[in-house]
């Protein structure tokens, strides 16, 4: 049988020392973002910092960044100074990687929301340059920052937010419309990292009933929903785009208003071929009804849209491996929460779910509890073929104790990691269990690992393949510790 085995920090002293950092000791100021960064194709890369310094003016902040790479080598590190501006709170997105570019983005806005625009950056790994600031106004690029005396005015009036993000060795503008705007946009533009426009795409629907979404971008392909509404009647497109050219690939008809469900899914493209796989709820003009969950589906599209498979699963096709009405309800009221579907090379598919229910207490309330995670395992032919139970303790109070997962041996198999806080006999104590569960060779291993420490709190983030990073600190800033540790999966 395959058992994971966590190497523990004591046996980490032999192995090299670039596999440990001290955040404390990459840079100074207030850490403002601690991340990884991945690549196109979603593996690890490394872990961008990013630490706020003293202010340099009133208009002016300054930032320190530090880039380790996947086995935690500092790679890259550099200053840049961006422009404050007074009542407007600023963020930065999560970096975005793009060959040996990372896009960096700055959101900013005020309390009501109106005030609200995007700047970005490009930094270049392979000498570690940062450019200047650009933003999107009125299809142009435009360099440097906006004027500090009229930007609040120029922005109210302003009806989207232009907001770049990576694909294909580029980045596409997506409008967002903000809450004043009347119309929705219609229009996608590409940009190279010259900031050299390449291409537009045009809905073409009318602007106030008809809007687009961004789905999925994977490779060369681009996923958006499109909802129209023709009168009475309402229907819901899948469209793939193709990146390189913006020439519409396929436009399948996922939703309209004789539909018998409304669909939630994931997309994940293998080879030509597009699956679609999620749950299904009664059909509503509004979407996909999560307390009206009534199964799971699939659909196989081929590289010009024509449906290879479309298949639903009820709850009540489950009965042979786990009790649950048609209307998705388990012992004591529960229901599934799906956090992951893992679509395997071969079309195989294991849909990660945890039990939750909304319970109340006459001093506290409506609130979540969460128990065991539940697998349930399809074939190709989304033909179910068994119900595994991860047991954990009871939560309370949260959302859920799913952390995050990944695919392993060229998407082959996976893993994903779970929080527990698991009580100790005959105390009311609780400890910080790590659930680790594999899913390798189509047999499925659990491991929990405890972390608990009177000294310090450890956070888990997700690494390169057959590893997890821990990050190890507390109150004191000067211990801010991240260590890899190998997941033995032989």
Known sequence: ?????????????????????????????????????????????????????????????????????????????????????????????????????????????????????????????????????????????????????????????????????????????????????????????????????????????????????????????????????????????????????????????????NSKYSYSYTVKKLGENTVLTGKISPYSIVGYNRDRALGLFKIVLDKNGNEILKKHFLWEDAGDFIEMNKKGKMEAGYKLFTHAYFVFNDERIVVLSEKYKIANNILLGPHVKTEDFILLEFDSNFDIKNVKVIEKDMSKFSSSDYLFGQYLNSEKDAVFFYQDYQKEEGTKDKNWILGIVSIVDGEINHEKIPMSSDDYFISPYIAKEGYILLREFNENSDFDEIRLERLNLD
Do not use: C
């Open 1 to 257: 049988m395959k058992r994971i085995l966590l190497i523990l920090s004591l046996s980490l002293a032999t192995i090299a020392g670039a596999q440990i950092s001290n955040l404390a000791n990459l840079a100074s100021g207030e850490m403002q973002m601690f991340t990884p960064i991945y690549e196109e194709n979603e593996d690890v890369y490394g872990y961008f910092t990013l630490f706020k310094m003293d202010k340099l003016s009133e208009n002016e902040e300054k930032y320190e960044y530090t880039i380790l790479d996947k086995n935690l080598n500092k790679v890259a590190n550099g200053e840049f100074v961006d422009v404050a501006y007074k009542k407007i709170y600023s963020r930065y997105y999560l970096p975005e990687k793009l060959g040996n570019t990372l896009l960096l983005t700055k959101r900013y806005s005020n309390t009501t929301g109106r005030v609200a625009f995007t700047s970005s950056r490009l930094l270049h790994l392979d000498n570690n340059e940062i450019g200047d600031p650009f933003y999107f106004e009125n299809d142009t690029v435009l360099e440097g920052n906006r004027d500090i005396n009229t930007i609040k005015k120029v922005q109210r009036e302003r009806a989207y937010i232009n907001v770049p993000v990576a694909a294909n060795n580029g980045y596409l503008v997506l409008q967002l419309r903000k809450k004043n705007a009347k119309v929705n946009p219609q229009i996608l533009e590409f940009y190279n990292l010259k900031n050299e426009k390449v291409w537009d795409y045009e809905f073409g629907g009318d602007k106030v009933s008809s809007f687009f979404s961004a789905v999925s971008f994977q490779e060369d392909a681009l996923y958006f929903i499109y909802s129209s509404k023709d009168g009475s009647k309402r229907k819901k497109e899948f469209l793939q785009i193709d990146a390189n050219t913006g020439q519409l690939n396929f436009r399948y008809p996922l939703e309209h208003t």
